[in-house]
């Protein structure tokens, strides 16, 4: 960890920055800052046993500057880490986090036909099996090999 | 009995039918079906969390760490009442008659000690306790009984994959499912809601907490939760005696027994067979082959994602399979592979998975994320090819040195590898379900050679055999060195065929059941139990 990242905890800006580095939006998606992404992702990396060294550990390893620098640069800056770990962790968390905001569940929605509700207990429709798709399938001869 | 999953399950009730005395002492407890996540918002991050199929994620106290830093494939299980059968997908396709004669048929790996036609009255048992959905005439299979329910439906990805096959030439057939599409035996029809993995929060999904163990209960079998074993007692005359356990509180227990039925799964049984050693078996119980642990088995998945131009509504139905192919299932001497592989349907994820990677996508962090995510999510199909994975004595459980469990006993540690064969199979399935994929109309095909979170299907670590010098039980699941010691779980295989296991290991349970109940009277017990 570097100098500077030992003192770097999760109530930094820089944690903002990173986010948006991760989830930059693209003009119909919203962005990470957009969402104040880094205030729920506070309050999920408790919820699994090694996240939050895991993200202090990423933060601790950006260099000075990083949150000066532009999204290329930033995105540059973290590809050497991004095999790890500890990076893993954080995409965990970020995309756990943005996937279930509320303006982002709207756009899963409306632009991928998702529905957003939990999957229980209304389900959906369990349509009845259509016997006509086998009628080729059917017509092969039995190819099992006699044992 | 030693666990309550899905062997442990299908032979207490058969025993408990039967009139026999049962105690199974299982290390997890009864899971609620409320407490699922599929009726909570926020319900996909739970798979990645305290639904993990991986134990050394999830990490809930009931489970046991597993040493896996010398396997490429990382195992996944299930510690509770039902075992793993919680989580599975419930795809519960048969062994085809050829998979029980490599060695007659291949000259590879051994031939089991029972045949298909031996086997077929259990997996027909076997499906109607559990309420199997599927449907007669699969020109890859003899014929047999009709399923008790009919399959489910395709959906639209499957369908396209369907129609893709038939164009080919290739086969496919509905899949087996142990999910009810009708209501049956008092419990629900699926409602079609996806996650199966999760938990089946309506009772569709066939787990063993729900199918056998209430009926095993109510015919008279004991279940102890809570109760981790650590050891098999013998007596003077190296008859088992029953089992030591260890409660919440760290307390140990003896449970007498005249008979003990090892049945904690392809990791858990050879683990607590290592952990028992005596004098009389320096190596671990019943091991004087030397094979407790060996030629473990995991059945290695490559995948072939179609990327598809439209909404193929991937993200719903259920989460495992609705088709199958078997078309390069059986040895050709053609191919560079010897035995074959499945191919198996399946569906796409929600969007925390998607955004992860999920089966071989490739969604970028950064300015790339958000428009790879819409071109992926919803418009996924994937191949997972099951390879069969032939035993080898080096791929093993064993005990760790360096990783132990809660009442510090050693984990047990998977040693595993992949062979060349394994490799070539894999290259050939890509191969051939890229087409496939094509031919349905992917734009795109994005593949992976080797998944490595796929150690659903543990198999081969006590394997039977008629050889006491090549297996560690016959055919009847009895080892060959301790008269009353039974084996009732995936550690039982001999080989792993290209399909999952599950209704194989609970066919099994059944047979190895009415064995000890017709064998009783002449198996040598310990006297004073
Ligand atoms: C996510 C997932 C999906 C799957 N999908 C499918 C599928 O679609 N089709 C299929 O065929 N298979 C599938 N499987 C595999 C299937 O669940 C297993 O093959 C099957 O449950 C194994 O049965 P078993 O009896 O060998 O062991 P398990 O069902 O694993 O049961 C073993 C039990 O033993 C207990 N135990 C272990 N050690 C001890 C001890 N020392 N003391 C007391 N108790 C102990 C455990 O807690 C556990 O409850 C899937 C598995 C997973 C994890």
Known sequence: MSEAGATRGLGQAILEVLLQTLLPGNGTWPSASELGLAHAVRERVGMAEGHEEALLRVLGALPEGFDASSQAEREETLHPLAGSDDFGALLLVAYDAYYVQPGVLLLLEERCGYVTRPPQPDGFELAPFDESVLARARGREPFWREA | ?529
Request: glycine fraction near 10%; aromatic fraction near 8%.
């Open chain 2, 1 to 529: 009995m030693i666990g309550a999953g899905a062997g442990g399950g299908a032979a207490s009730w058969r025993l408990a039918q039967a009139g026999l005395d049962v105690v199974c002492l299982e290390r997890g407890e009864w899971t609620d079906a409320a407490s699922y996540p599929a009726a909570t918002p926020g319900w996909e991050s739970r798979r990645v969390r305290d639904f993990h199929p991986n134990p050394n994620i999830r990490r809930r106290d009931t489970d046991y760490p597993i040493d896996d830093s010398t396997s490429l494939i990382k195992p996944l299980m299930f510690c509770g009442v039902g075992g793993s059968t919680i989580m599975w997908t419930a795809h519960n396709p048969r062994f085809h008659p050829s998979d029980f004669r490599v060695k007659t048929l291949d000259g590879v790996a051994d031939d089991w000690p029972l045949s298909y036609e031996e086997l077929a009255p259990y997996y027909e048992l076997n499906d109607r306790m559990i309420g199997v959905a599927g449907i007669h005439g699969d020109p890859a299979m003899p014929e047999r009984d009709p399923r008790p329910l009919p399959p489910l439906p395709l959906g639209v990805g499957a369908t396209r994959l369907a129609e893709a096959y038939d164009r080919l030439g290739h086969h496919w057939w509905p899949a087996d499912s142990a999910v009810l599409t009708r209501d049956y035996d008092g419990r629900l029809a699926c409602n079609n809601c996806g996650p199966c993995e999760l938990g089946c929060t309506r009772g569709s999904k066939a787990s063993s907490d729900i199918t056998y163990w209430p009926k095993a209960i109510a015919d008279g079998a004991h279940l102890v939760t809570r109760a981790a074993v650590r050891e098999i007692t013998l007596d003077e005359r190296g008859r088992a005696s029953g089992a030591v356990w260890i409660d919440d509180d760290g307390r140990e227990h003896h449970q007498p027994a005249k008979i003990v039925v090892l049945a904690a799964n392809g990791v858990g049984t050879p683990r607590l067979m290592l952990l028992s050693n005596s004098k009389r078996f320096p190596d671990g119980l019943a091991n004087d082959s030397g094979l407790v642990g060996r030629n473990l088995m995991l059945h290695p998945i490559a995948l072939a994602t179609g990327v598809f131009d439209d909404n193929v509504d991937s993200f719903h139905g259920p989460d495992g399979l609705t088709i199958f192919s078997q078309e390069f299932y059986e040895t050709d001497p053609e191919r560079d592979f010897v035995r074959g592989y499945g191919v198996q349907v399946t569906r796409g994820q929600g969007p925390l998975i998607t955004a992860l990677g999920g089966f071989a996508l490739d969604v970028p962090w950064g300015r790339n994320h958000h428009d790879r995510f819409e071109q992926l999510f919803g418009h996924v199909v994937t191949c997972a090819i099951l390879i069969e994975d032939l035993p080898h004595e080096h791929n093993r459980v064993q005990l760790s040195d360096t990783v132990s469990d809660r009442f510090d006993l050693p984990a047990p540690q998977m040693v595993y590898e992949l062979d060349d064969n394994s490799r070539r199979m894999a290259a050939h399935g890509i191969e051939s379900s890229s087409e496939a994929l094509r031919e349905a109309g992917a734009r795109e095909v994005l593949t992976m050679d080797m998944l490595p979170m796929a150690g659903f299907h543990l198999m081969g670590t006590a394997r039977m055999g008629d050889d006491p010098t090549r297996s560690v039980v016959d055919g009847s699941g009895r080892a060959h060195d301790v008269g009353n010691l039974f084996v009732a779980d995936g550690s039982l295989f001999t080989t792993s065929a290209g399909v999952n296991p599950t209704p194989t290991i609970q066919a099994l349970a059944l047979r190895v059941a009415d064995q000890i109940i017709s064998a009783r009277r002449d198996i040598a017990v310990p006297t004073d139990v």
